[in-house]
Nanobody, 119 residues
Framework: QVQLQESGPGLVKPSQTLSLTCTVSGGSITTNGYYWSWIRQPPGKGLEWIGYIRDDAYTYYSPSLKSRTSISRDTSKNQFTLQLSSVTPEDTAVYYC???????????WGQGTQVTVSS
């Protein structure tokens, strides 16, 4: 059973960089054929996909967030990390990490972590 757990600050100031880590257990982030996504849900809105890092470390980002997004990984810890720069209050959301297959199906999710952007 694959399990994912998000961690990071719950409060970030405007213009700063949001940084979250997803720790994966029960499976390796280097397993062929899987992608490791970040997704968010702003209050009162739907899910928004942010980007992924693939098993070979290739990354792909949503065009609307690409200029501010970076996803990296630490294979020794089986973790992957989201960095979102120059945040504004509009980046306030519950942030999720999830595993995705090649058909864009997200089959395992973390529980989500609330991030609020406020001074």
């Amino acid at each position: 059973q694959v399990q994912l757990q998000e961690s990071g600050p719950g409060l970030v100031k405007p213009s700063q960089t949001l940084s979250l880590t997803c720790t994966v257990s029960g499976g390796s982030i280097t397993t062929n054929g899987y992608y490791w996504s970040w997704i968010r849900q702003p209050p009162g809105k739907g899910l928004e996909w942010i980007g992924y890092i693939r098993d070979d470390a290739y990354t792909y980002y949503s065009p609307s967030l690409k200029s501010r997004t970076s996803i990296s990984r630490d294979t020794s810890k089986n973790q992957f990390t989201l960095q979102l720069s120059s945040v504004t209050p509009e980046d306030t959301a519950v942030y999720y990490c999830a595993r995705m297959d090649g058909n864009w199906n997200h089959d395992y999710w973390g529980q989500g972590t609330q991030v609020t952007v406020s001074s």
